[in-house]
């Protein structure tokens, strides 16, 4: 009898110790995802495909609205472990599989019908099968027919379930012998992946040195863990499935540009391929991102470059507002206003000029940095060939309105300048100013220095440091009536580059209403003349030529033209810290050397919104 107890006992245990470790081993089942799709319909039919291949593939949707294609299950996270690298080395999956938390897995949608997740039942005692208490169980009763009546149900005290042992925690040296057994392309995913957030710069050569060990334990930081600098499995998988994750959302993919020579990543989750129209290659905005990219490629030189810099400037797509910096091989601009953010990366070499240019909206700049980051990170010029010119559909508008299919940025309005002291400071006419959002002189941002409302002028002094090629100097004495004079201007600012000169006659020493500081000129202006100077046939400045008026309440005479006289402005000047240089000059000059001379002085001055 008492040997019979203590086999029944037994018995009991090991039943109770194989539901233990069942559980248990439930509890460590590991899976090895090697794709999520976006849609239900895509993993089904990649499902569908893989089936064939792989017996033990199941499907699973996940947290955040993807859809998980698995390998599994293995019976701990170490089986998993090992048939992952398996599996890759013999390139039977992609390089960024890995295995995966079933904490992550929701419902299970493939095979039909199958979850391999759920919780397994517990199965109560029935009154068919009694269950009775371990410590008093009798020896085995003979079995009852159909004729004997039914027991009363025993009454069985609740069993408290018996706690699980805690996962096994990966030591650092399982850590480190499992980054050992990695292969040199899955150690370049993971820098690939460090650089992706942000924490890894250097060379992606899968050598893990010490800057890689660095990001690691920054890495790890941020994310709660201890930073050893060796990523376990579990934090190489939450990487790598991050990182797929975000980059799955943003359609970050590798484009080979065979036309233009250049190999990048391009988030074609927001763009897509639109035209040519040389020396660009657009992509257009995709589902209403409001993203743009432009790869820019052409044959050229250091002249071609830096003339590509001066274009870059003038686009709608460029703002004014953002730092900018060239050298002797390349540039960047970045672009910002409430609206849209830019970014142009270009570089000369081997006779080519080759980058490109993001565009985004500003409310967007977070998530952007991870694409310009990426698209840095992969940009390749490939080939010893450039954009050919003749690709693209031929303009049907004029050049001054579109470089290479994007608009060119026009300001309000612009006029004339010139330099009045060796630091860039430029003497112009005043009006309308004030209502600029940024002004700039020759394109270079400036600020008002000061301005005299009643003279209508105004001085700017550029933002940075400005060598002017000459400085206006100024007339000490008094010129009569009828002499010759000259008016510097940039007449035509939207087509010519150089100042015009236009030569007339002083005709008389006070304004249209008799004011002293005025004269008034016999010589056509336009618009854009405004603000030049007025010259006598030596070179030095007699004036100050004012804008014409609002044409709806005033019109002149073409050849009337009202300028501020030297001696009202030389004193304003002075008591404000710009006295002028005091002109010396005795020779009358040929009309091609006052132009060369004006050319020196006069310069355009733009506003802009």
């Known amino acids: 009898m008492q040997a019979g107890k203590r086999a029944k006992l037994m018995a009991s245990a090991l039943g109770l110790a194989a539901v233990v ?56 996270p170490e089986a998993a472990q090992e048939a992952l690298l398996n599996l890759r080395r013999a390139r039977q999956i992609p390089g960024d599989s890995y295995v995966a938390d079933p904490n992550t897995f929701r419902s299970q949608f493939w095979p039909v019908g199958a979850n391999l997740t759920a919780p397994v039942p517990q ?41 699980l042992p805690p996962e096994p925690v990966e030591t650092l040296a399982e850590s480190r012998r499992l980054e050992a057994a990695l292969s040199r392309e899955e150690r370049m995913d993971i820098q690939r992946a460090l650089q992706w957030v942000g924490l890894y710069n250097s060379g992606i050569d899968g050598a893990f040195g010490r800057g890689t060990r660095s990001s690691i334990s920054v890495w790890q930081e941020t994310q709660g863990f201890e930073p050893t600098g060796v990523l376990a499995s579990a934090q190489q998988a939450h990487l790598l499935e991050t990182v797929a994750a975000e980059r799955a959302a943003l359609g970050i993919a ?78 960047s601009l970045v672009g910002e206003d409430a609206r849209i953010h830019s970014v142009t990366e270009v570089k000369l070499s081997k006779g080519m000029v080759k980058g490109f240019t993001l565009v ?25 060939s450039a954009l050919d010119p003749t690709l693209g559909q031929p303009m049907g508008v004029g050049r001054a309105d579109l470089i290479g ?37 020759e394109g270079l941002p400036a600020t008002i220095a000061f301005s005299d409302a009643g003279l209508g ?11 002017p090629a000459a400085v206006a100097a100024f007339e000490t004495e008094t010129v009569n009536r009828g002499a010759s004079i000259v008016v510097a201007g940039f007449s035509y600012p939207e087509a010519l580059s150089a100042p015009v000169l236009n030569f007339g006659t002083l005709s008389d020493l006070t304004g249209l ?11 056509p202006t336009l618009a854009g003349d405004a603000g030049g100077p007025v010259l006598d046939s030596m070179g030095a400045v007699l004036g100050l030529v004012l804008p014409r008026g609002d044409a709806t309440t005033q019109l002149l005479p073409s050849e009337m033209t009202v300028a501020v006289q030297t001696a009202a402005l030389v004193p304003v000047l002075a008591e404000n810290g710009f006295a002028p240089v005091a002109a010396d000059a005795q020779t009358h000059l040929a009309a091609e050397d006052l132009a060369a001379l004006a050319g020196g002085f006069t310069v355009q001055i733009e506003c802009w919104k």
């Open 21 to 76: 470790w069942a559980t248990v081993a439930q509890a460590q089942e590991a899976w090895v995802q090697i794709e999520a799709l976006p849609t239900l319909d895509q993993a089904e039919g990649r499902l569908r495909d893989l089936s064939a291949s792989f017996p033990d593939l199941a499907g699973f949707a996940l947290t955040g609205g993807w859809y998980g294609v698995a390998l599994g299950p293995y019976a701990t």
């Open 123 to 163: 199965v109560a005692p029935t009154p068919e099968a009694p269950q009775e208490p371990v410590a008093e169980a009798p020896e085995a009763p003979a079995p009852q027919t159909a004729e004997v009546a039914p027991q009363p149900e025993p009454v069985v005290e609740p069993v408290a379930e018996p706690e």
């Open 254 to 331: 590798p484009v080979d540009e065979v036309k233009a020579g250049i190999a990048i990543d391009l988030p074609l989750g927001l763009v897509e391929f639109d035209h040519y129209d040389p020396p660009f290659v657009h992509f257009r905005e995709k589902n209403g991102s409001g993203v743009q990219v432009i790869l820019i490629s052409e044959p050229g030189d250091q002249n071609t470059l830096f003339g590509l810099y001066d274009a870059m400037q003038t686009l709608e797509i460029v703002p004014q507002n953002g730092p900018r910096e060239r050298s002797k091989s390349g540039f």
């Open 360 to 384: 985004y909206p500003a409310d967007e700049g977070a998530r952007m940095l991870r694409v310009l980051d990426a698209m840095k990170a992969s940009f390749r010029a490939v080939g010893d």
């Open 405 to 441: 299919g994007l608009d060119v940025r026009h300001p309000e309005f612009a006029r004339s300048g010139f330099f009045i002291n060796e630091n860039g400071a430029v003497l112009t006419a005043g009006e309308g100013l004030g209502t600029c959002g940024k002004v700039t002189i």
């Open 457 to 467: 002028v105004a001085v700017l002094t550029p933002e940075d440091k400005l060598a």
């Open 513 to 523: 209403a008799g004011e002293a500081e005025r004269a008034r000129l016999a010589v």
